[in-house]
Each structure stands twice: as C-alpha cells, then as structure tokens.
C-alpha cells in the first residue's frame, strides 16, 4: 500500500474548506494509497516521479469544485498532495 499525505500548503487549504469538501478531499488522499496513478497526468520533469490531478466536481463535495494535485513517487512508493485548488 502507497502512504499518501499532504504537503504543508495543502494541508493549510484543506482547513479552510468546509466540512462536506474536506471529507471529500481526504477520500481522495486514502484513495490514492490504494491506487495512485488514478489522476491525469500533469508535466513533469523528473522521471522518478508522475504528477497527476483528481477533479473534484460540486456534486461529489458538497460545495465548490476542487483539484486535487499531487505527485506519485514510485521509488519511495508514496504520494504527497501539492495543492488543493477550489473553484468557486
């Protein structure tokens, strides 16, 4: 199982959502350990590494719609959640 956690900054979003987005957002984070390649895939440069991003549309959060963007380390075998972006 891949550990998934959250970086600073998105952790510092995170208490800014609402409860419904937050719930939301951290069944994504368990999901990734089960599946962590599941997001589309972003740019990036370092090949030890995917960066992907989960969407999250108003209906699934209760709220606004979210991006969650993280990046996948298969060497390390663990994801670290960048950025938590809500929409309006």
Do not use: N
Not at 19 to 25: L, M
Not at 32 to 59: F, I, Y
């Amino acid at each position: 199982m891949t550990f998934a956690f959250y970086s600073d900054a998105a952790e510092k979003i995170r208490t800014e959502l609402t409860a419904t987005e937050q719930a939301a957002v951290e069944t994504v984070r368990r999901s990734l350990e089960e599946e962590p390649e599941q997001g589309r895939g972003l740019p990036d440069a370092d090949p030890h590494s995917v960066s992907c991003v989960v969407e999250l549309l108003p209906e699934q959060t209760g709220g606004r719609g979210i991006s969650v963007a993280y990046r996948y380390s298969r060497y390390m075998d663990a994801v670290l959640v960048l950025w938590l972006i809500a929409g309006p």
